[in-house]
């Protein structure tokens, strides 16, 4: 199908975006367009206008700092995975974008897009989850940060106002005695995930004081787990109590809840150990 008329935008400056979104209710921003267009062409959205982003200067950057990897709205996925800085100080970022999608896909689509398509079966709005990153907004009235806990409502659905655009998305890096994991089950390597898993853990003098989970395709939301002073069993345990995976056309809800326990498992597992080797370079 083609998509339904649609008025086109493409501003120069983030100011005059923002009037266009304040100005024409309902109207869509159009990044990488890896999202976007096949809901126009299969007429999911039509929306009346298109902001096409790609011209607004400034925000193609990603810039390292002592706390956080920041991520700005044209940042594509293949750029960021390509960033050395940003995957030394946040290995986590590295470890998801390789699992997102296929090369052309993530040479167009930008990761700030992805956390506002806010698509549960997406790596990027869990990392940011379970990282409790935050994402930078602009509108004509003003500039605000959401924090990863309060962005994501609802499947596809984010706090994000209609009228707003996602400027740039901050990552923690990794702090002292902390270590990542990720691991996903896919149908073929870049497709959606069946399940996927990310893990934070944090070690104190070889003991782990704090380990949480992130869950990607096996709920509405990215949904992030407390699992300190579990071991890998009670972890997997605890997620099912939080977790009730669905049945789709791909897979059955108890093969997801026996995906939900191996990588569990699997990810609790490295990211402990991750822990304990960079503990163990950094203070030795
Ligand atoms: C075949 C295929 C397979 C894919 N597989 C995966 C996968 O395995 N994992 C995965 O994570 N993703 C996957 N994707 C999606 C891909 O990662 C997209 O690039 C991403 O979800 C959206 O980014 P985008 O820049 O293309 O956004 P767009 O498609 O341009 O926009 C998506 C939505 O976000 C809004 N938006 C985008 N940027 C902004 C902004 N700065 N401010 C406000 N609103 C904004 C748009 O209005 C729209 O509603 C796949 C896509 C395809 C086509």
Do not use: W
Request: glycine share 8%; hydrophobic share 45%.
């Amino acid at each position: 199908m083609k998509p339904a008329p649609f008025a086109y935008r493409r501003p120069e400056t983030v100011e005059e975006a923002l009037e266009a979104l304040a100005r024409e209710p309902g109207a869509k921003v159009l990044a990488g367009g890896q999202s976007l267009v096949p809901l126009l062409s299969m007429r999911l959205a039509s929306p009346g206008t298109l902001v096409d982003v790609n011209r607004l200067p400034g925000l193609d950057q990603v810039t390292v700092s002592d706390d956080e990897v920041r991520v700005g709205a044209l940042v594509r996925h293949a750029d960021l995975l390509a960033h050395a800085p940003a995957g030394e100080r946040q290995p986590l970022l590295a470890m998801a974008l390789a699992h997102v999608a296929h090369a052309t896909i993530r040479n167009r689509g930008t990761t700030v897009g992805s956390i506002v398509h806010a698509d549960a079966a997406a790596e990027m709005p869990t990392v940011l989850a379970l990282l409790g990153g935050s994402v930078e907004v602009a509108s004509v009235r003003g500039r605000r940060t959401i924090a990863a806990a309060d962005l994501f409502a609802g499947p596809l659905e984010s706090t994000i106002a209609a009228d707003e655009l996602a400027l740039s998305a901050g990552f923690p890096v990794l702090g002292p005695g902390e270590g990542v994991g990720f691991a996903e089950v896919a149908r073929r390597h870049g497709d959606y995930a069946l399940c996927g898993v990310a893990g934070l853990v944090r070690v104190e003098d070889d003991a782990v004081t704090e380990a949480r989970l992130g869950y990607l395709s096996v709920a509405d939301v990215p949904t992030v787990v407390d699992v300190t002073g579990c071991d890998p069993a009670e972890a997997a345990a605890r997620a099912l109590e939080r977790i009730e995976p669905g049945d789709d056309i791909h897979a059955s809800a108890a093969y997801r809840a026996q995906l939900v326990k191996v990588l569990t498992r699997r990810v609790l597992t490295a990211a402990t150990d991750d822990a304990r080797s960079r503990d163990a370079r950094r203070t030795g």
